[in-house]
Structures are given as structure tokens and as C-alpha cells.
């Protein structure tokens, strides 16, 4: 009885190692076609000739490495409308040309594919294929016609095609697009518009020409989409589509970062403003020179009926008050002082305090600590912001250093908001608006004239002394705050001792650290909203993950199979 128990016992052992075996072995056979790289494609350069009647002659140049998988490479042109891909080339690395075969049968073998060529005709559109040949690192060059690629709409012509599409298989790690005029047309953007969506990269008018090209990977998502303008009369397409190109880009907006209000969003009524700001276009140069006549005007006006004002102008408004500085100057406007100036309103409301704390780096410095904001919807609405973005920047300790407000102020998440507070920042007027204001005025520019002739109180007593703090405030707005604070310390040098949140207030050091960044973050998103509304006007620039609806020509798949 042993014996047979030991025997099953080896017999199941032996059976189990047999199994094991065998599945080792399958595993095995199974493994090199389960580790096999796929083919990969290094780079993508597509070069586009458009002809006058928007015939598009396109060299594409795949650099790739093939391994032993898939009979042949191909990409998809599909929803092309009346357009249609004539006069098909292919030749690889070594300049053997391929044969054009015609309609292709893409069940045939891999060698019965090598070095010919042809293409699959789609009910809505086409299939260009050609063999894969040897493995190893490979070139192909696809020459082509097609037509209709430059369409007409009834209020420009343009391109709106898919050079490569998002399920392309393998994809580029570098491609490059340029689209030239054959009769040398020169492409900018007095007479054109360009937008790129589904890539991060950059579009845009260079030596005539128009170049896309990606700057990062274009992942599971992305592809090459690029959209086009010119104007009437560049060209003459035979292919026309009877919605205009606004309402196309429109649709090729949606979902994109070229959010601006754009031309797309016109009504007839606003074209027709457009067509009388131009007919007024002289007009409004000989009123500028009005306006400017006036300023002079009013200046010396004011120079003339101006006597010192003791008091704080305009209950307290600094954005009001920085309008009218704004409005008296001859050349631009200034907002800078402005944001200093509200820094120190809320620290003399003790929103803000400078304390002694570790930063980042285990060192004692004086920084900013945001205190909550009461009653805030008793307050400026700028003050409100000013405090909401520091505090946000702070986090949960509370305490702002210059880092943590740069990193807030670049942060992409946080564009929006930042947009908004510099449109609220740079809000524009004229000095036309203060003609039946001139008690404002006098009180703003009165405050300014007492400020700059602060030395002369020590002759006549100092009563003002609790508007010390409010002079500092409106001496920044002006410009004037290191002579006035020089001033007011060489006047009551004590004052400045006893006065914590004075002293704070003088702290030049402190606040401007934090004053140039958040001031010069506000310059680079003025800056950036500047180029986003050039983007979206076509003057080029980055181009759109998102967006690129509306059903642009080509696309449909395509890589290795």
C-alpha cells in the first residue's frame, strides 16, 4: 500500500512538471512576439505648395524605424468633399521609386507590398498606402496632389485640413508643416490668419511662409490640425462651402484656449461700427489731436486754481483718484503705483502685518502675514482682490513670500483670475470725463501739491498727524513716497518709533519685494492675454490642445498595419 501511495504521488509530480513544462514552452514561443518593439517614426516633415486655384502639391517625409510586424504604411484622407489625391509618388531611403499599383488591396503580403504603392478609394475619402519592405531604420517620401485644399467661403478662402490625424499609429516625435505660395505669394499676418489645434507647439507667419511645428509630445491625443485664412483675392479655389469661414473658426474655437472676444462673435451690427470707424479713420486723427489740446487746456487750468487740500480725496478711492492721475498725463497711464499703494492701505487696516517669521529655507526674515478679510463687501472691490490673491498664494500658514506669489501668479489655474484683476487694474479714461469734476480733481492734485511741500508744515505746526499713515498711502500713488517719507521723518522722527504699523508702512525693503513680483506677475499676464488675443486674431503663436471642430478636411486614422 506504500508503495502505490508513493508511485501515485510521483506519478502526479511527474504530470504536474509535464504541465508546467508545457506551458513554459507555449509562454516561450509566445514571449518574442509579446516583447517585439513596435515600429516607431523619429520625425514628420510636411511640405504643402498651393497652387492659385487651391491645388495643394504635399510632400510628406516619414523618417521611422519597421520592425517585422505590419505589411504597410498608410494615412487617411478622409471627409474631403469634392477634393480629391491625384498624381501619387512614393520613393524611400535609397531613391527607389515605388510602383504606383493604383487601387489597393491591403490583404496582400508583405512582400507583395514592398516598393509599390496605391490607394484605397473611400465613400468619403481615400486610404494612401504603401509597402513596408525591409525592417531598420527607413525614409519615405509621399508626394501627392490634392485638390480643393484651399476652400472658398463667402467672406474669405482658407484651409482647414488634418495633417495628421489623433489615431495614428505610431506618431512623430518632432513634425514640421510649411505651407508656401507656388507663384511666391508672400504669407503674413496684414493678409492672413493661422491657428493649430490638437499639438502643443507653434503656428505662425515666417519668411513669407506658413510653419506649424509641435514643442511637446503628441501623446494618445494628439495630432495636427491646422486652420488657415486669406484674404479675398490670394487665390481663386474651384472648390467652394457655403457657411462663412467666421462660422467655421467659431466652431473651431469651441473647446480651445483661443478664448478672446474675437471677430467670430460679430453681429452684422458690429461690422457695420467696424466699416464707420473706418470711414472715420481720419476723422479720428485730427480728434486726437483734439484731445490732446484739450489736456493742455485743462492742465493749465488746474495749474492755475490749484492750493493745497489737507484732507484724504474722494472718501478714500485710490483707483478713482489714480484714474484722474491717469487721465492728466499726456503719454499712457500708470497703474504701478496704484498696486503699491493698495498694498499699504491693507497694511495700515492690519489686513496686512509684517512679522518675523522661518521662510522656506530655515532662515528669520520679515514677511507678509494675510489676516481674514472683514466686511469685504463694504471695501474697493480691487482691495478685495488684491487680498483674496495673497491670501490664496499664502496658503495655510498664512505667510506670503515672494516664491509662493510668483508660482500663484504664473500658475495656468490661476490665469483667469489674474486676468481679471488686471482688467480691473488698467480700467482707462480721459480728461473729458472730469470737465464737471473739477472739485475731484482739485482735491487729488491739491493732496499732491501739500505732499510735495510737506517740509514747509515744520513752520506751520503739524495737525495732520493721524493722517500720517493715509499721506504715505497716497504719496505712493503719486510717486512721491521716498521724498515724503524723508520728510515726515526729519518733521516727527519719534512718530515713526511709537507707530508700529508706520514703521511697517515705511519698510521699503519688505514691501517692495513683494510688490515687484506681484506687479511684474500682472505685466506678464496683461502680456499674455495680449499674445492670446493676437493667437486668436491669427497672428500666430501657440497653438491648442483643445478646439479644431467642425469637420476639417483629411484625417481618419492612419500608421503602421
Partial sequence: MMRRKKH???????????????????????????????????????????????????????????DNEGTECYFCLYNMGESHVLNLRVTDESGTEYENIGEWDVERSRSEKTNRCGIVTKNNGYEVCWGLGAEGKRTYTTEYTLTGLVRSYPDADGIRHIF?????????????????????????????????????GE?????????????????????????????????????????????????????????????????????CSVLFVIGLFAWGIFDRIGEQINLWRARRKL???????????????????????????????????LISACILKLINMGII??????????????????????????????????????SNAAGEDTVLETQELRQYVDAKCNTSKMESFVSMLHSKTSVSKYKNR???????????????????LNERGVKEVTLWKDYMIYATLFGIAEKVIKD???????????DQIAAQMANDATIHAIYSTFSSGAARTAARRA???????????????????????????????
Fill in 353 to 390: 502685518t509684517i512679522e518675523e517669521r522661518l521662510n522656506s529655507k530655515g532662515k528669520i526674515k520679515p514677511n507678509f502675514v494675510i489676516h481674514p478679510l472683514e466686511n469685504a463687501n463694504e471695501l474697493p472691490r480691487l482691495l478685495c482682490t488684491i487680498h483674496d490673491i495673497f
Fill in 488 to 498: 515726515m521723518k526729519a518733521i516727527n522722527p519719534e512718530y515713526f518709533r511709537m
Fill in 203 to 271: 503656428v505662425g507667419f515666417y519668411d513669407g511662409k506658413i510653419v506649424a511645428y509641435n514643442t511637446e509630445s503628441f501623446g494618445s491625443e494628439g495630432g495636427l490640425y491646422v486652420m488657415t485664412r486669406f484674404d479675398k483675392g490670394m487665390f481663386e479655389p474651384t472648390v467652394s462651402e457655403e457657411e462663412t469661414f467666421e462660422k467655421k473658426k467659431e466652431e473651431a474655437f469651441e473647446g480651445s484656449d483661443y478664448e478672446t472676444d474675437s471677430i467670430s462673435n460679430w453681429t452684422f451690427e458690429d461690422w
Fill in 164 to 200: 495628421m490625424d489623433c489615431n495614428v499609429k505610431p506618431k512623430p516625435v518632432f513634425a514640421h508643416i510649411t505651407i508656401e505660395a507656388e507663384d511666391s505669394t508672400v504669407f503674413s499676418s496684414e493678409h492672413c490668419g493661422v491657428w493649430g489645434f490638437r499639438f502643443g
Fill in 8 to 66: 501515485t504521488q510521483t506519478s502526479m509530480k511527474h504530470s504536474r512538471n509535464k504541465t508546467l513544462c508545457l506551458l513554459l514552452l507555449l509562454f516561450g514561443c509566445l514571449f518574442p512576439a509579446l516583447s517585439t518593439a513596435m515600429s516607431t517614426m523619429d520625425s514628420l516633415v510636411i511640405h504643402v505648395t498651393l497652387m492659385h486655384n487651391g491645388d495643394a502639391r504635399i510632400i510628406e517625409r516619414r523618417i521611422m524605424d519597421v
Fill in 531 to 561: 499674445a492670446r488675443e493676437a493667437r486668436a486674431a491669427g497672428h500666430g503663436g501657440h497653438s491648442s490642445w483643445g478646439g479644431g471642430g467642425g469637420g476639417f478636411s483629411g484625417g481618419g486614422g492612419g500608421g503602421v498595419r
Fill in 303 to 337: 495749474k492755475k486754481n490749484l492750493t493745497w487740500y489737507r484732507d484724504i480725496p474722494l472718501d478714500g478711492d485710490l483707483q478713482e483718484a489714480n484714474k484722474i492721475i491717469n487721465a492728466y498725463r499726456y503719454v499712457g497711464s500708470n497703474d504701478n503705483n
Fill in 438 to 456: 473739477q472739485d475731484d480733481v482739485l482735491q487729488v492734485f491739491g493732496l499732491k501739491k501739500y505732499l510735495e511741500d510737506f517740509t514747509l
